[in-house]
């Protein structure tokens, strides 16, 4: 299943009651651990990733607390952060995305549909006000797409039930150029 929201309740409350007793969660862009906290006791493993400070010195004492939550301060939109999960959890049942507020959609879409092909969840739950407009604002008029999917969190017809252009580039990705450091930041 693969679950839109905006509301920020919603979205908290959808993931709490979407984790099972021993899940594994990968929660992309948890800000201050609000929507963790509301499941992390259930979970078998957390593995929380953000880029900003705060989110990082919110999350010191959520760790302590709860052994089974792990922080890492990346940005999810380079190889680098999904090579990092992959090694730590190859697969998950749920993978949430809250980045940019929803935002960009592009991003939104571009960043969970790279870590969905190589995670493989169960559950999606991504939040994004712009996604959902869109959902609502589609209509399929080409029956030669339409069917009925196996109920799962990505997408798996269509060329991505083996993600191998990124697999190939998860084994290659130091070989590429980051485009989210500067020329200043090397």
């Not at 693969?2 to 021993?22: C, D, F, H």
């Not at 004492?61 to 999810?76: A, S, W």
């Not at 940019?100 to 169960?122: E, H, I, M, N, Q």
Request: aromatic share 10%.
């Amino acid at each position: 299943m693969i679950s839109i929201v905006y509301e920020v309740g919603l979205y908290r409350r959808l993931l709490a009651e979407t984790v099972r007793k021993g899940d594994i969660v990968v929660e992309i862009g948890p800000h201050t651990g609000l929507s963790t906290l509301g499941y992390a006791g259930k979970a078998k493993l957390v593995i929380a990733i953000d880029k900003s400070p705060e989110a990082e010195e919110s999350f010191k004492p959520i760790c302590k607390e709860h052994r089974n939550v792990r922080f890492l301060r990346e940005d999810v939109r380079g190889f680098d952060a999904l090579a990092k999960v992959v090694k730590i959890a190859p697969k998950c049942d749920i993978l949430a995305v809250d980045i940019g507020g929803g935002r960009y959609s592009d991003t939104v879409y571009k960043v969970w549909g790279s870590w969905s092909g190589a995670l493989k969840p169960r559950h999606s739950i991504i939040r994004s006000r712009t996604l959902a407009e869109f959902l609502q604002r589609a209509e399929i008029k080409d029956d030669s797409v339409k069917k009925k999917f196996k109920d799962n969190g990505w997408l798996s017809e269509w060329g991505r039930a083996t993600p191998y252009t990124l697999r190939r580039q998860l084994g290659e990705f130091k070989n590429y150029v980051d485009i989210t450091k500067s020329i200043k930041d090397e």
